[in-house]
């Protein structure tokens, strides 16, 4: 079974410009989740799916970032335009519903703006 | 709210030493806890977990046992290699819940 797959794994773009993350799920998990680790600090939460529905925003940092699960399966995360301090280390998890014990992460995708 | 502290870095070790690396966490409920490992420009890998209280988990001469009277989930490993030169995350994730909520994170440097 596939695991949580993310592209890019790496990007470089210029500040100002637009970049879009892509994340798919596991498949049949209806829950995903978006968290970066920016600057070598702690990993933070951004957001949380429940199938298409945005369960939790509570992490998003502002209205530059805008992220979409359109038919419940893979997710998008656009940042536009970037800054510099959108550099780091965006992840990806997922997890089944009911009662689950885990989520799975991807492999994330490396962004620096420069 | 539900937390993971964990101790701060980096931890530099020669080869061959003995790890700890200390962690403990706030959470109502009963949650699962976890170590992840992130190694230099690569993602982030789950080194082990325990899903209740006084479970053991344990990879690659890693172990970390549940203790639910500490609210504790320690780190440990007998014979540190340079290669397991990483920065460490502890993490929780409660039964049914909504995000997985991580420690912030400790460099570990071994020395050849």
């Known amino acids: 079974e596939a695991g949580v797959t993310q592209f890019p794994s790496h990007s470089v773009i210029e500040k100002g410009q637009t970049v879009t993350l892509r994340c798919d799920p596991i498949?049949?998990?209806?829950?995903l989740y978006w968290y970066r680790r920016v600057m070598g600090k702690e990993i933070k939460f951004l957001l949380h799916?429940?199938?298409?529905?945005?369960?939790?925003e509570s992490g998003m940092p502002n209205n530059r970032f805008l992220a979409e699960r359109t038919g419940g399966t893979y997710s998008t995360l656009k940042v536009q335009p970037a800054e510099l301090e959108d550099s780091g280390v965006y992840f990806c998890?997922?997890?089944?519903?009911?009662?689950?014990?885990?989520?799975?992460f991807g492999q994330g995708t490396r962004l620096t703006v420069v | 709210g539900d937390s993971v502290t964990q101790m701060e870095g980096p931890v530099t070790l020669s080869e061959e030493a003995f790890l700890t690396i200390n962690c403990t966490y706030t959470?109502?409920?009963?949650?699962?806890l976890f170590w992840y490992v992130q190694y230099p420009g690569e993602g982030l890998q789950l080194l082990l977990k325990a899903t209740k209280a006084d479970d053991k988990g344990s990879n690659k001469g890693f172990e970390a046992t549940y203790r639910k009277e500490t609210t504790s989930f320690h780190l440990e490993k007998g014979s540190v290699q340079v290669s397991d030169s990483a920065v460490y995350f502890c993490a929780l994730f409660k039964t049914g819940g909504f995000k997985t909520i991580f420690g912030a994170g400790t460099r570990l440097f071994v020395k050849a």
């Open positions: 959470a109502t409920g009963y949650p699962s």
């Open positions: 498949s049949g998990h209806d829950n």
């Open positions: 998890a997922s997890s089944q519903g009911g009662g689950v014990t885990e989520a799975f």
């Open positions: 799916f429940v199938k298409e529905s945005k369960q939790d």
